[in-house]
């Protein structure tokens, strides 16, 4: 079974700009939830979807957001990009009624200059 | 809200011997998930080990095992005959089970172990 995919791997986008990441769980799991990894505040849960639903959310401003698809795939957006957005972007998908389980995928690496 | 924290930033481990990582967490609740994740120089993270609250029994993954003391809040990780690919980045993570705050994992700040020849 394949792995969560996510697109891109790499990024770069100037202040101001927005920017959206995609994130392909793992086939039958319904739950995708994302985090931020940087190194001054370290791993950051942003959010949590569950059958295309936000379930869960984390202390970001309202710039950040996402939303899920029917088919379980989620995309995140960042608007007004901040030299701060830079980090790398992980995503979890996990299996129904096992959401404590978590397998994570690459994580898409978002310089902002 | 839970926090979770690791004091050691670093750590290094000789080829084949042990080394226990430690974590302690501060919560007010009593039913939760407590996780070690690993995260080599990929960046990919990987779960090494997952214990539930209401168990006793430490839980155990081949060469990892956990010391879980619960009224404590204590949650250390021992990994054994240690080996050049268990270099990586390592985060202790709280995951609480009730609604609301279920799938949201918070992690510790991380102990980068490297393993030496």
């Known amino acids: 079974k394949a792995g969560v995919t996510q697109t891109p791997r790499y990024l770069i986008k100037t202040r101001g700009q927005q920017v959206t990441l995609s994130c392909s769980p793992i086939s039958g799991h319904r739950s995708v939830s994302w985090y931020q990894q940087t190194p001054g505040q370290g791993l950051q849960f942003l959010f949590e979807?569950?059958?295309?639903?936000?379930?869960n959310k984390g202390n970001f401003p309202g710039r950040f957001s996402g939303r899920q698809f029917s088919n379980s795939r989620s995309e995140m957006n960042v608007s007004t990009l901040e030299l701060g957005d830079s980090a790398l972007y992980l995503c979890?998908?996990?299996?129904?009624?096992?959401?404590?389980?978590?397998?994570f995928g690459p994580g898409t690496r978002l310089t902002v200059l | 809200a839970q926090t979770v924290t690791q004091s050691q930033p670093e750590m290094s481990v000789q080829e084949a011997e042990t080394v226990t990582l430690s974590c302690t967490y501060d919560t007010s609740e009593n039913n939760y998930y407590l996780f070690w994740y690993k995260q080599p120089p990929s960046r990919q993270m990987i779960l090494v080990i997952r214990q539930e609250a209401y168990k006793q029994q430490n839980a155990t993954e081949n060469r990892f095992s956990v010391n879980f003391q619960k009224a404590a809040k204590s949650f250390s990780l021992k990994i054994s005959d240690s080996q050049l690919g268990d270099t990586a980045m390592y985060f202790c993570a709280f995951m609480s089970l009730n609604t609301g705050t279920a799938s949201k994992l918070t992690f510790g700040t991380g102990t980068r172990l490297q393993v030496t020849l």
């Open positions: 979890a998908s996990s299996p129904r009624g096992a959401e404590d389980t978590q397998y």
């Open positions: 979807y569950f059958s295309e639903t936000q379930r």
